[in-house]
């Protein structure tokens, strides 16, 4: 069996790989993608520490057993479904505004 | 048996850390797409081991059935923009950013995994019962613990259409622009847009309409 550690650890690799995409892509796109696989990291170890805490706390519990982790991976995934249709179409607004998709060129606010 | 176990966990994590380093690494925003949809996968594939069956469906529906293909949609209808030319501006803001992340991100890992490894204690992972993790366990949980954060999430997500909407169709009901777009759309972009094909895209075999052409001929 895979101890709990593994998965953390694996979740935490995803993590850093998607920040530093985040932090040196300037391709707006490639910097959401980015998010996305934050996320997925963020998710894997909710779900990897509600299956080493089955029997902990007392919501959201089915035959005994708490899913909390799991709900909460659940919920995370709706709201990253809004954050990327509302993304997507705040990239194809700016495109259309300045015929590019880097994240520099979106200084209207500078000065 | 075990082995097999712990032989699927290393390559579902072996996939799922080379999609995530071709998310970051690769330059045409395609191959972006297919390495988050490599991750996706083996993110699913690791639910599955971990008796999350549910969420591994939801993960592969909404994922890589939803999210991805926007990604997609939105690459193929911006063409050849949807890759932007590499310079070297802002290149060490950048580098020295992402580089204090990364490495203060993988010390904390390795620390993390040396303290794990010195106190050898091992947390357990209880084997769970049949019900763990299946529609019907997460069903119960959402509609009975979770029940108002559940509804106000279909708020978000009809909020997120709303806006997704309004925000991409931009102005189409006004006649002219107003003052300050026209004065935003006058202003060049700082680079130009790439010309030759090193893009994949529908458009790609086209010269991508130049609207500021007209703007630079007589700059305000």
């Given amino acids: 069996m895979i101890p709990v550690e593994h998965y953390v650890l694996l979740s935490a690799l995803l993590f850093v790989i998607g920040g530093v995409g985040f932090l040196v892509r300037r391709n707006v796109l490639v910097a959401l993608m980015s998010i996305e696989v934050m996320l997925n990291a963020a998710n894997l170890a909710l779900v990897a520490y509600n299956r080493s805490h089955l029997a902990r706390g007392a919501a959201q519990t089915y035959a005994g057993q708490s899913h909390t982790g799991q709900v909460l991976a659940f919920f995370i995934i709706a709201a990253e479904a809004a954050e990327v249709a509302v993304g997507l179409a705040i990239v194809l607004a700016f495109y259309r505004l300045r015929r590019t998709v880097r994240s520099d060129e979106a200084d209207l606010l500078r000065n | 048996m075990a082995s097999l176990a712990t032989a699927y966990f290393y390559v579902c994590a072996l996939l799922a850390v080379g999609g995530a380093v071709s998310v970051v690494a690769a330059k045409n925003p395609i191959r972006c797409a297919m390495g988050l949809l490599l991750t996706i ?180």
Wanted: proline residues 7%.
């Fill in chain 2, 41 to 220: 996968l083996s993110v699913a594939g690791l639910f599955l081991a971990l008796h999350a069956q549910f969420l591994a469906a939801i993960q592969l529906i909404v994922y890589a059935g939803a999210i991805v293909i926007l990604f997609l949609f939105v690459i193929m209808l911006l063409g050849p923009a949807a890759s932007t030319p590499s310079d070297r501006r802002g290149l060490a803001a950048r580098v020295l950013g992402g580089g204090l992340f990364g490495l203060g991100g993988l010390a904390s890992l390795t620390l993390v995994a040396r303290a794990a490894e010195a106190t050898h204690r091992v947390i357990p992972m209880p084997q769970p019962d049949g019900a763990f993790g299946g529609i019907e366990a997460i069903g119960s949980a959402l509609f009975t613990d979770a029940l108002v954060p559940f509804e106000l999430s279909s708020a978000l997500l009809m909020v997120a259409v709303v806006g997704a909407t309004a925000v991409a169709r931009g102005r189409q009901g006004a006649r002219t622009m107003s003052a300050g777009e026209q004065e935003i759309a006058r202003r060049p972009p700082s680079h130009e847009p790439p010309r030759e094909l090193h893009t994949s895209g529908v458009f790609s075999h086209e010269v991508p309409p130049q609207e500021g052409a007209e703007t630079k001929e007589n700059p305000a």
